[in-house]
């Protein structure tokens, strides 16, 4: 009669843990939706995911101007030649960010509140820029540049 009281406490802690898993898999599923995928191979499943975000620089000056520089953040991340990342670029400052990474034909766009996926890998090692259009140098609020080290 233990024995069977037992198993059946097991079974329970089983269905309880298996309820657990599916609402995390639905909240879950619900949450990706958001993510916007903008490159080719984008749902590659091996690649190392880096996260970023958009951030905003802001100041005022003695004379009451205000000044303001919009940012990729990290500023510089690194990737070794041929590894297959995936970037995640969270909008959090700035309404929209077009960009392209140079010498590459990856390109897309960061929303606020949205996130950005953008699956890339590099045969060639060297620095790429990853360049927001909108905000590309400081007479346009930026430069939003990121640098991308392959090596
Ligand atoms: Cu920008």
Redesign the pocket.
């Known amino acids: 009669m233990d024995a069977l009281i037992i198993s059946a406490k097991k079974i329970g802690l089983v269905i309880g843990a298996l309820a657990i898993a599916f609402a995390a898999y639905f909240a879950g599923s619900f949450v990706w939706k958001q993510a916007v995928p903008t490159a080719s191979n984008a749902g590659e499943s091996n690649a190392r995911v880096i996260h970023m975000v ?1 951030g905003e620089f802001k100041a005022q000056l003695p004379d009451a101007q205000e000044i303001e520089a ?1 940012r990729w953040d990290p500023g510089t991340i690194f990737v070794e030649k041929d590894e297959k990342v995936q970037l995640n670029i969270y909008g959090v400052n ?1 309404q ?4 392209y990474i140079e010498g590459t034909d990856v390109k897309g766009v ?1 929303k606020q509140g949205k996130e950005t996926l953008v699956d890339v890998s590099f045969d060639k090692e060297g620095v790429y820029r990853l360049i ?4 590309p140098d400081k007479a346009s ?2 430069p ?1 540049i990121a640098y991308i080290v392959v090596d």
């Open positions: 958009t919009y700035g929209e960010h077009p960009f960061v927001c259009t909108t905000h609020n930026g939003m």
